[in-house]
């Protein structure tokens, strides 16, 4: 009798959503998904369903929200009811909200991991993780292993907004823009000279684009509200083109 994979199923915005359920299904794994009010699907979703509800036996739940912290509660309110298993684990995005303040708004906080989820940093070789003071070693094993299973290397880091490499990845992105708002440089050049310089694989003006300066906007942010210090102050020229665009 062939052994049934274990469901998972993803919850939050696009394009995050669509990165890890396409490299899900890649890897051979049985996926569903349910993107927050207001987000469409793509067009092609291979072999993952849309729902509305948490598949009865899902064992992995990931949330993937980095905006809207309402909606980011409710989702993993909702994976918190539905998960019944005793193996069952909750993967969430820690980059703009620790983990150990989401594992204050569910029942089961035991079995929470926060993950740095960002738009295409999910496609990289690392992933980090962050427990909480209430995850115990069963759940934070279990992430581990379901993201070597995707072939990712995985980090263990501390528990603090932005993370790792969300955090200084950002830092870099938002000094860039100072740059710019200073004139030193055009974007161009402020790329050219990161990818040269340092052999960045992109330059930070090009990261921000493909990120999204709304997730970087709000990873400053977090980090502002974690460690009230100016050095993560948003710079004003990209406060203003986030603005501008939502």
Excluded at 125 to 152: H, S
Excluded at 229 to 240: C, G, N, T
Aim: hydrophobic share 40%; glycine share 6%.
């Amino acid at each position: 009798m062939r052994k049934t994979k274990p469901g998972i199923h993803i919850m939050g915005e696009r394009p995050l959503v669509d990165e890890l359920a396409a490299l899900c299904s890649t890897h051979g794994l049985r996926v569903s998904v349910g993107l927050n009010p207001g987000e469409k699907a793509a067009e092609k979703r291979s072999s993952r369903s849309t729902r509305s509800t948490v598949p009865a036996d899902t064992v992995i739940g990931v949330e993937l929200t980095n905006l809207d912290f309402d909606r980011k509660r409710s989702n993993l309110e909702k994976l918190d009811r539905a998960l019944k298993k005793t193996n069952s684990v909750i993967l969430s995005s820690s980059v703009t909200v620790t983990a150990s303040e989401q594992a204050s708004w569910i029942t089961r906080p035991d079995r929470l991991v926060g993950i740095s989820a960002l738009p295409s940093l999910l496609s990289r070789q690392l992933i980090e993780f962050a427990a909480t003071p209430r995850t115990t070693k069963a759940a934070l094993m279990r992430a581990q292993e379901f993201f070597i299973q995707l072939g990712k290397e995985v980090s263990v880091v501390q528990d603090r907004a932005g993370m790792v490499m969300p955090r200084i990845l950002c830092m870099i992105i938002n000094e860039a823009y100072f740059a710019l708002q200073e004139d030193i440089a055009s974007p161009k050049d402020v790329d050219v000279a990161m990818k040269l310089g340092t052999n960045y694989p992109q330059g930070p003006i090009e990261w921000g684009e493909k990120i999204g300066l709304r997730y970087v906007e709000a990873t400053l942010r977090a980090l502002t509200r974690d460690l009230a210090e100016d050095r993560y102050r948003v710079a004003p020229l990209l406060k203003q083109i986030t603005a501008s665009h939502v």
